[in-house]
């Protein structure tokens, strides 16, 4: 059987150097020099991806995956029915957690930027913003390997490693 290409390569290394940074930054929290820069461009690596999102490859658009509430609601019914069917790019409910993922990581990047500001410098409670949301972002991870782990059992194709070389089985193979 062939595999097909289903993310391509800029996915892919958007992908990983964006885990590497986002994970960086949790062991470095200083908020000093290369806390900001490793957050900055976490929060570059983001925004090109939203672009790739629209001029990108197939399964790389968000039109390909965009998780509406009507496919949300309809992929859960099913899953819970133990009836979804196999997507070959992000399946709905993982298409959830990669948007509050990326809109996450942005909010880092614009509380970050405004806590330097004169007119929020100092200020406590955007401090505390930053810090509860990169919490959030440590359990959205979290669930997020889960899933990847639990999908990759259920349909016996390794996702992370699809995230590394791009290909996956083709439709109809089980
Ligand atoms: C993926 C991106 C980022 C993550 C995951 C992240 C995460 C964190 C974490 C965990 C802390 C420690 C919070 C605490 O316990 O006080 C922190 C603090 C801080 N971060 Fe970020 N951050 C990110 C991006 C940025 C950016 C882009 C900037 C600004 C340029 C920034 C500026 C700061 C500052 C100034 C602090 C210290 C705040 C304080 O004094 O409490 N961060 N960040
Ligand atoms: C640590 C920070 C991480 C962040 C911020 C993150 C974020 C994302 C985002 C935004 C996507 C969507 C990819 C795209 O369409 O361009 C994605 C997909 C994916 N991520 Fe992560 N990720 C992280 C870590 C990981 C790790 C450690 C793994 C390894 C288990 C992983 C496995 C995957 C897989 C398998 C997909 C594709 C899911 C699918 O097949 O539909 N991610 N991730």
Do not use: C
């Not at 929290?29 to 983001?46: K, L, P, Q, S």
């Amino acid at each position: 059987m062939n595999k097909i290409l289903v993310w391509d390569p800029l996915v892919r290394i958007l992908h990983w150097i964006l885990a590497v940074l986002v994970i960086a930054n949790f062991l470095n929290e200083d908020g000093e020099f290369y806390h900001r820069w490793i957050g900055y461009t976490a929060t570059a690596i983001v925004v090109v991806r939203i672009v790739w999102g629209f001029v990108g490859t197939k399964h790389a658009r968000f039109s390909d995956w965009f998780p509406t509430p009507a496919r949300v609601i309809e992929y859960t019914r099913l899953k819970l029915k133990g009836q979804a069917p196999r997507y070959i790019g992000h399946n709905p409910l993982g298409a959830v957690m990669m948007l509050l993922l990326i809109v996450l990581v942005l909010n880092q990047g614009l509380t970050g930027f405004m806590m330097g500001t004169d007119q929020f410098f100092g200020e406590k409670w955007l401090e505390e913003w930053h810090e509860i949301a990169s919490n959030l972002i440590l359990v959205a991870i979290g669930l997020h390997v889960l899933g990847a782990i639990f999908e990759s059992i259920k349909t016996r194709e390794n996702l992370p490693f699809a995230m590394i070389h791009g290909k996956k089985r083709p439709h109809g193979h089980r």
